[in-house]
């Protein structure tokens, strides 16, 4: 439209933006408290496990895929078949970047850390962080990874991965 700034640069589009509470993935509102994930619904029994520091991935009984993340069918044959297994918690680096500068103030005192996207033996793709201290220097694409567990409150522990060499 003629006359008019793009909507990145109309300033009442930027207040809007500033000012919406995004709902990502489940996460809370950005805020000086790290976002945490909600930890209710399709995903609870993910999460539990996780607490108890198990790893488990749904397997669709259909098409016999692993799944990841926790749905209610599966999105290759649409099968609402699905039961959770344990996985071994091994996979590959897939990509990865490192962080750092942070946009959020809580993890201002954690700069530099690396998020990878994993390929999970077996099947399905997760993003998370790569274990501190040993990311940059060994860190490559096609790495091998396996899980650990970060507990990042008492009623959240987080899938972390190492280098697995």
């Not at 619904?41 to 993340?69: D, M, P, R, T």
């Not at 997760?126 to 274990?131: E, K, L, N, P």
């Amino acid at each position: 439209m003629k006359g008019q700034l793009p909507f990145w640069k109309n300033e009442r589009q930027i207040s809007k933006i500033n000012n919406m509470n995004y709902k990502v993935m489940g996460c809370m509102k950005m805020s000086k408290e790290k976002p945490l994930p909600n930890t209710k619904g399709i995903s609870e029994v993910y999460w539990e496990a996780l607490n108890s520091h198990q790893f488990l991935i749904q397997v669709c009984e259909n098409c016999q895929k692993q799944i990841f993340y926790p749905r209610v069918v599966c999105p290759f044959c649409s099968s609402s078949d699905i039961h959770y297994e344990e996985h071994s918690g091994k996979g590959t680096i897939y990509s990865y970047t490192t962080i750092h500068r942070t946009g959020n103030e809580s993890f201002k005192s954690e700069v530099p850390y690396t998020i990878a996207l994993i390929d999970l033996e077996g099947g399905g793709r997760m993003m998370s962080r790569i274990v501190r201290g040993q990311e940059r220097l060994t860190i490559t694409i096609g790495s091998p990874v396996k899980v650990c567990y970060e507990e990042i409150t008492d009623d959240v522990t987080l899938p972390y991965f190492y280098i697995d060499a």
